[in-house]
């Protein structure tokens, strides 16, 4: 099969009131930069100018993978934003899939989620589901005196550490911290609280929906990887819906293969890398994406020292 060549995305930026000006140097407050969005432009490459989505819908598993296909059709299964926290974000809990059905209807896919801290500040924190569970009447209760904060669990974060976001958890992140976040294909979230912000439009509160979805017993646990001594791949998270690995060294080169089976989404978060498949060959540099279709195969990264990549994908399983 001739191999489709990689090619680089043009995020989307959001500039919601938390954020800062390291995503966006000059724009302020840039707080969102939507990396992998299937409303994303292609930047390079015969595809320059059409959206990931409309290629996903022309070419299917030549760009998505054949597991990707099976578990979400011709929708780009996965959105990856990086988030520049300059305030506290909202308190905020997502559904799983059968409540975002329950909830919104047919087409709607719950939100499993994880963040990756890029960078932290000393003391920075996230805020990670309830200190001890509490039945639906009192939180029902707290939630609408406004008193939820006292029974939420606080949790200090550092530069490397991964969270896993289950659906159902309360969370939020604090000022200080720069996050690159994976997610199913869905932006589905209620929002709880707001630091009492005026609830502008866009930034309103969804009660009764998170009511509905929050569960009492969910909190998130920190993942810290190993200490780096040479060129390593190191897996970050894994679930149902999306892998996250992280791969850096000192002036090596990593072979790897999408066996057909998934794309591979490249994103830059410290120095810059190249990237090799059949001939072609290109740069990324710090918070630049790249994404390899799956049928683009083999391929090979080699990273300038002091690099960092991350690398997403679907699960490809045993066959």
């Not at 939420?152 to 939020?172: C, D, N, S, Y």
Request: glycine share 8%; net charge negative; hydrophobic share 40%.
């Amino acid at each position: 099969m001739t191999p489709i060549y990689p090619f680089h995305l043009l995020p989307e930026y959001r500039d919601y009131v938390w954020g800062s000006d390291r995503l966006r140097p000059g724009y302020s407050p840039t707080a969102e930069a939507w990396v992998v969005y299937e409303k994303d432009l292609i930047a390079d490459g015969p595809f320059a100018g059409r959206s990931l989505g409309d290629l996903a819908a022309e070419i299917g598993a030549d760009l998505l993978g054949k597991r990707a296909i099976e578990g979400t059709g011709l929708r780009f299964p996965v959105l990856i934003k990086l988030l520049d926290c300059a305030q506290w974000l909202s308190l905020q809990v997502h559904p799983n899939d059968e409540q975002a059905l329950a909830l919104e209807g047919p087409g709607f896919f719950g939100k499993t989620e994880a963040w990756h801290v890029v960078e932290a500040q000393l003391g920075a924190e996230i805020l990670c589901g309830l200190q001890k569970p509490v039945d639906r009447e009192e939180l029902s209760a707290v939630i609408r005196e406004g008193k939820l904060l006292e029974y939420l669990r606080r949790m200090q974060v550092h530069a490397g550490e991964t969270i896993f976001i289950k659906p159902g958890m309360l969370h939020a992140l604090g000022p200080g911290l720069l996050i690159y976040e994976i997610q199913q294909t869905s932006d589905l979230t209620y929002r709880v609280w707001d630091w009492d912000r005026p609830a502008s439009a866009g930034r309103k509160l969804h009660i009764e929906q998170s009511l509905a979805v929050i569960d009492p017993n969910a909190v998130a646990v920190a993942l810290s990887q190993p200490p780096v001594k040479e060129a390593a791949v190191h897996r970050l998270v894994a679930c149902e819906y999306f892998e996250l690995d992280k791969i850096e060294g000192q002036r090596c080169r990593f072979e790897a293969d999408t066996q057909g089976q998934t794309f591979h989404a490249l994103t830059v978060i410290h120095g810059q890398a190249r990237i090799e498949n059949h001939g072609w060959q290109g740069k990324l540099k710090k918070y630049e994406t790249l994404l390899v279709p799956a049928a683009s195969y083999n391929y090979a990264i080699i990273p300038e020292p002091e690099a960092q990549i991350l690398r997403a994908s679907i699960p490809v399983g045993v066959e």
